[in-house]
Nanobody
Framework: QVQLVESGGGLVQPGGSLRLSCAAS????????MGWYRQAPGKQRELVAA???????KYADSVKGRFTISRDNVKNTVFLQMNSLKPEDTAVYYC???????????????WGQGTQVTVSS
């Protein structure tokens, strides 16, 4: 069974930065599309960033220019660099893996446990 383990969440002031990491089962990152979803209390889950096995990236309009998704196929890890953080970025962030069309819409078959990101002064 595929497992995704997240780290890097925490508390940061507005305008600050965080880097989330998702360690996946061996070769998963290179073979499948990877995505980061987030869900805040009382809000719908939304895709914030995704990267396909071919390297194509997609970002939610709300994070374009601030967030960057990347992958390290040797370390089998996907990252989400978050800069210029805003209070509205506060949410639980989930790592996701699967077939590209599903990751880009409702979410692929495999999910991480989630890591809390809180942006507050």
């Amino acid at each position: 069974q595929v497992q995704l383990v997240e780290s890097g969440g925490g508390l940061v002031q507005p305008g600050g930065s965080l880097r989330l990491s998702c360690a996946a089962s061996r070769n998963i990152v290179s073979m499948y599309a990877m995505g980061w979803y987030r869900q805040a209390p009382g809000k719908q889950r939304e895709l914030v960033a995704a990267i396909t096995s071919g390297g194509t990236t997609k970002y939610a309009d709300s994070v374009k220019g601030r967030f960057t998704i990347s992958r390290d196929n040797v370390k089998n890890t996907v990252f989400l660099q978050m800069n210029s953080l805003k209070p509205e970025d506060t949410a639980v962030y989930y790592c996701n893996a699967g077939n590209a069309p599903v990751v880009l819409t409702t979410g692929g078959a495999y999910w991480g446990q989630g890591t809390q990101v809180t942006v507050s002064s």
